[in-house]
């Protein structure tokens, strides 16, 4: 069954410091990976996308890796901000899919105290 | 910077009624899908629409679902006869192509409550 699974379920960090959040999916044939970000009552924003080859991808402050051999994925957070806060979900896409056709982890809740 | 656009942003129905939200997709993207999120839960996804035809569909999207691009600028998900379950949070998005690894933009969601 695909399934995308995520870690921690919340995470409480200060203001400056970093955090890494974690993804595991067994979503299969694998096509890419998604990481997105989701305020509270907002639509997700696209933060990296990653494919099979690609082992690490920036956007900012953010820093995606992938491991397809292990079937994990991480996003780290640097040096964060109280407008991080929000829920960060991890999506994956199967090969053969239709674009739309993704399957979304439940999050993890990020919040950033001053 | 173009966005997708929904509406209403919270609707509030009785059991049994008809319900339909709407979209604007960006302007010059070709492939549009419906998610839900029921509170609390995984978004998941419900349709994709290309070419005035449904692409894929999952399990969730049953008879009372369906959709429909009625003229060039919306996208309308209609829930025929709603039930508690159909209680979500409906979000629309939209790409300009159609390859798996392509962009997607999300509007900021319809809240649907049935009571």
């Known amino acids: 069954k695909n399934q995308v699974e995520q870690s921690p379920q919340s995470l409480i960090i200060l203001e400056g410091k970093n955090c890494t959040l974690q993804?595991?999916?067994?979503?299969?044939?694998?096509?890419?990976l998604r990481w997105y970000k989701q305020d509270t009552g907002r639509g997700p924003v696209s933060l990296t996308i990653?494919?099979?080859?690609?082992n690490t991808k920036s956007n900012g402050r953010y820093t995606a890796t992938l491991d397809a051999d292990t079937k994990q994925s991480s996003l780290h957070i640097t040096a964060s901000q109280l407008s991080d806060s929000a829920s960060y979900i991890c999506v994956v896409s199967a090969r053969g899919s239709t674009l739309g056709r993704l399957y979304f982890g439940r999050g993890t809740q990020l919040t950033v105290w001053p | 910077e173009p966005e997708v656009t929904q509406t209403p942003s919270h609707q509030v129905t009785q059991m049994g009624q008809e319900v339909i939200l709407r979209c604007v997709p960006i302007?010059?993207?070709?492939?549009f899908y419906w998610y839900r999120q029921i509170l609390g839960q995984k978004v998941e996804f419900l349709v994709s629409f290309y070419n005035n035809e449904i692409s894929e569909k999952s399990e969730i999207f049953d008879d009372q679902f369906s959709v429909e691009r009625p003229d060039g600028s919306n996208f309308t998900l209609k829930i025929r006869s709603t039930k508690l379950e159909d209680s979500a949070m409906y979000f629309c998005a939209s790409s300009p192509k159609g390859q798996n690894t392509g962009e997607l933009f999300f509007g900021e969601g319809s809240r649907l409550t049935v009571l």
């Open positions: 990653m494919t099979f080859s690609e």
């Open positions: 302007s010059n993207h070709l492939y």
């Open positions: 993804c595991n999916y067994t979503v299969s044939p694998f096509s890419n």
